[in-house]
């Protein structure tokens, strides 16, 4: 049998395959006592995966990031397509690229980078324009900034997602700053462009997307905010108020302190990189879990944990 992707999958049918191991956590239930609970994934997508039999031992042949070649049954639970696993096996990792095994964005980084660059030549600020440029003249943040991801889970959670979200953010500001000509533009458009270089430290994605440990105890806001200080304060007669008004929008673009920001917006060009952040990130996170249940024929999804609630999905092919 050829190896499955998990775009393949489909309930009721035999499972062989090799995988990511995304999560993975030995629990207590079943009839043996314990099972093991993992989330595997391609670049196709993810699954949620159970072993019930021999789960201990199991648990024991291999961790979390590592590629392993299973055999099973798709079934689903809940309305959810879910594995049963009978075999797991260890991949050795000198065998695989595990990166491959990463959801892409399908967003040619090219296109991203050349729309970036774009941007930053129309900013009319020399100091802003030399800002944006300076930061992106550094060979390892440029490689970085266009294969990170977006975010861990929640949205643009795929290789080249941050200058994805980046770009969309880029593009929204575009059109708010036409409806809103008394706002600065170039200040608007440089956050937007600046907003999440944070992400560069708070995410590692070499195997698995996860936090850094200083990601977890910093947060991408604050350490974002810091690498865009550290280059103004590098460029000669940066105007005072100019990173002070820069560093407000970085601080305070998650919108309230409840989602990270350690400031609420308090200016016009504040609040105006807040929502085009938010709305992107928003429309990115639901658009991404109506295509998972629509793939799998539901008209709603699961509901969902931080906004608390299911998404419509709307009917089905045959249904329309």
Known sequence: ????????????????????????????????????????????????AKVWD??????????????VAVRGLAETYRGELQLRLEAVRLVPAESVDRSQFLPRSTKDPALLRRQLTDVTASLENPQLRQLVTAVFSDPELDAH???APGAKSLHHAYIGGLAEHTCEVVELCLCV????????????????????????????????????DQGLLLGHIVMGEARVRRAMEAIPEFPEDLKLRLSHML??????KEYGSPVEPMTAEAIALHHAEDLDAKVNLFLGNINHARDQGRR?????????????????????
């Open 1 to 48: 049998m050829a190896e499955q992707r998990v775009a393949d999958l489909a309930p009721g049918s035999p499972v062989a395959g090799r995988f990511l191991v995304v999560r993975k956590e030995l629990r207590q239930g079943g009839r043996a006592g314990l099972f093991l609970d993992c989330t595997l994934c391609d670049a196709t997508g993810r699954v949620s």
């Open 300 to 320: 709603w999804t699961e509901r969902h944990f931080l906004l608390n609630r299911s998404f419509y999905v709307g009917p089905g092919d045959e249904e329309a």
């Open 145 to 147: 900034f266009f294969t």
């Open 251 to 256: 601080l305070s673009h998650h919108g309230t």
């Open 54 to 67: 021999r789960a201990a031992e199991l648990n024991e042949q291999f961790q979390q990031g590592d590629v």
């Open 177 to 212: 700053a036409q409806v809103f000509p008394q706002l600065d533009r170039d200040l608007l458009l440089a956050a937007a462009i600046l907003h999440d270089l944070g992400k560069l430290d708070e995410l590692s994605w070499d195997t698995a997307f996860d936090y850094t």
